[in-house]
């Protein structure tokens, strides 16, 4: 889940956030009554031509009350606390103190919770032109009424009715500017809260896949391991009890050859099974601390173990040998095993050939067979065998070629591209 900063729009308030603003909103409506009633009678804002208590009142709830839906509908909040205390003002309303709080809240409010930006900007512009208006109204009907000696304790340097002038719009500037800025950082804030909230949700999504990937990888190993290892040794035991049956009476002392082929398979399979399930509790992640003799070293055991099954098995190895990465050995290895595997299992052959070729910048791995190849109509690659080797060349880059000969029988072919070439020391 991707989010970009200019797509996001504010929520609106929470039931909690709204039980909270109307506490709020009559909690400062009932402190600016109880101020209204200081004012007046102090004597504080009461000019000649002050409203009567009730107007008072009602202009005082005009002003603070609206606070109880501030964040529900900002925008009107913020028009309407406007449009009352400018008219308190022209009817010198004498409470003024909390009517410019609320004023300050409501701009507030409307920078931070207005979720349409353009609206509350455009808002903000229009309520702190009309203020300024009406400042500079107030202004010019205040100097037409002043005595004459109004500033007769004056003693600054400048002109005293300039200096009031210069006063009142500087203390209103800052009070506009700081009441937008506070509301413009705090929907930033409410912005970023929210981007790292989803940035946060979309980095749990994908570590949650990267798991899954890596378990399925596992089990896919697990499963072409298990296939490897099990396959293989299993078919030649097959093979081996099979032939042991057929000479069982006429030929005993081959009969026993067979069997102790079958019995060294039979512990060769369970020493690998034991080795995997080791690796698979092992918990430091580290290398299987046990030789798994799987690697191109190895390869003339594969041959050996195909002729003692009754196959005519040549082994050749051409070019100069190099000393291969333990994962590239281990590569090759399994796909000449699942290679053999499969011709003791389904090509009914009388001969397997495999070469291993040393290029300059690639290893090539050819088994070969006599026997029937693949059904008419078989698609290649559709089985496990094939599908693993297939995902072993893969990992290195390789490539595969399976398929039946124009002559007869079965190939396969493997190609692993080489990094560089490290001569084994004589």
Known sequence: MSVEPAAWRRLGPTAEQRRNDIIV????????????????????????????????????????????????????????????????????????????????????????????????RWTQIGIIAAMFAWLGIAIAQTAAD???????????????????????????????????????????????????????????????????????????RIARELHDVVAHHVSVMGVQASATRRVMDKDPAKARTALAAVEQSARTAVDELRRMLNLLRATGGGPDPRPSGSGVDHLDELVANARDAGLTATFGVYGQPLSLPESLSQAVYRVVQEAVTNVLKHANASAIDVRV??????????????????????????????????????????????????DGGYRVRARFPLAQRQEVPA
Do not use: C, K
């Open 25 to 120: 909103g009559v909690a400062v409506a009932a402190i600016a009554q109880f101020n209204l009633v200081l004012a007046t009678s102090a004597g504080m804002f009461v000019g000649d031509d002050a409203p009567s208590r009730a107007e008072q009142v009602l202009w005082t709830l005009a002003v603070t009350l609206p606070l109880v839906v501030r964040r529900r509908w900002p925008a009107a909040v913020a028009i309407v606390i406007s449009v009352a205390f400018i008219g308190a003002q022209v009817r010198e309303s004498p409470e003024q103190q909390v009517a410019n709080g609320a004023l300050s809240a409501a701009i507030y409010t409307l920078g931070a919770w207005g979720r349409d930006r353009r609206l509350a």
């Open 146 to 220: 002043l005595p004459a000696d109004a500033f007769a304790d004056a003693a600054g340097p400048l002109e005293p009715l300039l200096a009031a002038i210069v006063n009142g719009i500087l203390l209103n500037a800052l009070f506009f500017g700081f009441a937008v800025f506070i509301g413009e950082t705090a929907w930033i804030s409410a912005r970023r809260q929210y981007l790292l909230e989803a940035q946060t949700e979309e980095l749990r999504r994908l570590a949650a896949e990267a798991g899954d990937r890596a378990v399925m990888g596992e089990r896919v």
């Open 357 to 406: 070729r040393y290029h300059a910048a690639e290893l090539e791995v050819d088994v070969t067979d006599d026997g029937r190849g693949a059904p008419p109509g078989a698609s290649a690659g559709v089985g496990l065998g094939l599908i693993g080797m297939r995902e072993r060349v893969a990992t290195h880059d390789g490539t595969l070629e399976a398929g039946s000969r124009p």
